[in-house]
């Protein structure tokens, strides 16, 4: 069994846009990393996010930075069978015949267990919030997860 997952959604909103709110560490602060991220995504790069929810910057490393169609990055994951404990995650940003932009987040790399499963399922969780705020930031200008989880 492989543990991993795909989540995906549709932004009202250009590629060059919508992949610019991942990349940037201001955009993605203000709607995703509620303690703040440092460092902007591009190739080599090890960046910090950090979030009130799991308090203490955490480093994210880029392998992958493209810009406008895909991003690729290692992290420490709880219960992560990958490479010391990390797990990897890939963000697909596609443009749509209407204009808006298809992203795709997918995860994978746990552990063959109950415990790798459960954490698995919390990163799902995660990272479709992640889409939701990243959509309500673009097109509506709100940050959905202030105050949600603190």
């Not at 950090?50 to 420490?76: M, N, S, T, Y």
């Not at 490479?83 to 790399?109: H, N, Q």
């Amino acid at each position: 069994m492989d543990l991993k997952f795909t989540v995906f959604g549709r932004i009202a909103r250009p590629v060059a846009e919508v992949y610019e709110a991942v990349a940037d560490p201001a955009q993605l602060s203000a709607y995703f990393t509620t303690g703040g991220a440092r460092g902007r995504i591009e190739t080599g790069a090890t960046v910090t996010w950090d979030f009130a929810d799991f308090p203490g910057a955490f480093p994210v490393e880029v392998v992958e930075a493209h810009a406008g169609e895909r991003i690729v990055l290692r992290w420490q994951a709880r219960e992560a069978a990958g490479s010391e404990g990390k797990s990897t995650v890939t963000f697909s940003f596609m443009p749509t015949d209407d204009g808006r932009t298809l992203v795709e987040i997918s995860e994978g790399a746990w552990q063959e267990s109950q415990a790798g499963l459960d954490a698995s399922y919390g990163n799902c969780m995660g990272w479709s919030q992640m889409l939701c705020a990243l959509k309500m930031w673009l097109e509506h200008g709100v940050n959905l997860r202030e105050g949600m989880y603190v």
